[in-house]
């Protein structure tokens, strides 16, 4: 799957999400985030990185730093995957690239599908998933990825792309 996402103007773009596969589970992410999907590529290490970071990127001339969703949510991989992609997202002015297992579609969701995550005192820390879409048989989890990465994160994701 490479190439830019294909904008439909029938849907209001806020309430569009491109969905993905993380190990068996399903998370989305606001359209208006994403600018496109591209194939697994070459990757530069940068030593001395949190495991997450997956180090950087040329994307057609511009150096994007990309990190490993899974491992920085802390999902167990279910199997070794040969399809992952590569989503490259705008998040405050800054391109990222995170490494997801499959992009699964472009959905929109209907008034009232995607509710509040639920309320716990297990003391996880999960104010980076912002709604639960219900569908038939399964959950998407929808996901801030600018409270997935922390502000240390951003500091050294912007540092990274300004020294390459």
Known sequence: MNGSIKQNNN?????????????KEKFGIPLLQVKEVI???NITAI???PAYFKGIMNLRGQIVSVIDLRSKLKIVSSEVNQEG??????????????????VDSVVVYPE?????????DSGLKVEYIVGVAREKDH??????????????????????????
């Not at 992609?85 to 499959?102: H, Q, R």
């Open 11 to 23: 849907h209001s773009d806020d309430s569009r999400y491109l969905c993905f596969m993380l190990g």
């Open 39 to 41: 194939a697994q590529t």
């Open 47 to 49: 030593p001395q990185a």
């Open 85 to 102: 992609a590569i989503v490259i997202l705008d998040i405050s002015g800054l391109s990222l690239g995170v490494v997801v297992d499959s």
């Open 112 to 120: 009232g599908v995607i509710s509040p995550p639920p309320d716990h």
């Open 139 to 164: 959950i998407t989890l929808i996901l801030d990825l600018q409270k997935v990465l922390n502000t240390e994160d951003m500091k050294s994701l912007r540092k990274n792309q300004k020294v390459a």
